[in-house]
T-cell receptor, first 114, second 114 residues
Framework: NAGVTQTPKFQVLKTGQSMTLQCAQDMNHEYMSWYRQDPGMGLRLIHYSVGAGITDQGEVPNGYNVSRSTTEDFPLRLLSAAPSQTSVYFC?????????????FGPGTRLTVL | GDSVTQMEGPVTLSEEAFLTINCTYTATGYPSLFWYVQYPGEGLQLLLKATKADDKGSNKGFEATYRKETTSFHLEKGSVQVSDSAVYFCALTRYGGATNKLIFGTGTLLAVQP
């Protein structure tokens, strides 16, 4: 049981490049989400999904796209990277989208945009 | 909107000292409250949670009590160890909300010296 996995661990992009951050979980969780972590700001929700085929925006969605074609995978796409997207990105999952279920976090992807 | 405020760090303590990290929240309805811990280079892990007023969450010697009258959820530990050095995040999710979105505080870095 690998839990929540994220790839890559580190990435450097140039402004305007695109890339996809991968996230997968093997716990059959319905709810998945993406956060970004910036100094002094805690974690902020980018996008989330309550099940395959269903996604919605979080607090800071601009510049990011998501899709959820399977229960296991929830990739985050940067279409045209900007320096403001330099951050650490965490994917998380939980059994349900309701209530106080524990969220399980991946190890993170550290992204630098030059 | 809902928010979480926690004390700024870093908090530097000697081994076996008493720890308190303050957390207060603003939320409508009846949120669930959480403490997550992030060890260096890792993702976040749930440390403890409380889902209703006067509940006490506890784990690994850490405790926090859900105080509705003071809208607080302070984290305490009687005797810290070097291995407790990490960033601690207070968070809330609204009970009965449509999704499991977590709202995080900015995090408090704890450094424990031998």
């Amino acid at each position: 049981n690998a839990g929540v996995t994220q790839t890559p661990k580190f990435q450097v992009l140039k402004t305007g490049q695109s890339m996809t951050l991968q996230c997968a979980q093997d716990m059959n969780h319905e709810y998945m989400s993406w956060y970004r972590q910036d100094p002094g700001m805690g974690l902020r929700l980018i996008h989330y999904s309550v099940g395959a085929g269903i996604t919605d925006q979080g607090e800071v969605p601009n510049g990011y796209n998501v899709s959820r074609s399977t229960t296991e995978d929830f990739p985050l796409r940067l279409l045209s990277a900007a320096p403001s997207q330099t951050s650490v990105y965490f994917c998380a999952s939980s059994y349900s989208g309701l209530g106080s279920n524990e969220q399980f976090f991946g190890p993170g992807t550290r992204l630098t945009v030059l | 909107g809902d928010s979480v405020t926690q004390m700024e760090g870093p908090v530097t303590l000697s081994e076996e000292a008493f720890l308190t990290i303050n957390c207060t929240y603003t939320a409508t309805g009846y949120p669930s409250l959480f403490w997550y811990v992030q060890y260096p280079g890792e993702g976040l892990q749930l440390l403890l949670k409380a889902t209703k007023a006067d509940d006490k969450g506890s784990n690994k010697g850490f405790e926090a009590t859900y105080r509705k009258e003071t809208t607080s959820f302070h984290l305490e530990k009687g005797s810290v160890q070097v291995s407790d050095s990490a960033v601690y995040f207070c968070a809330l999710t609204r009970y009965g909300g449509a999704t499991n979105k977590l709202i995080f505080g900015t995090g408090t870095l704890l450094a424990v010296q031998p």
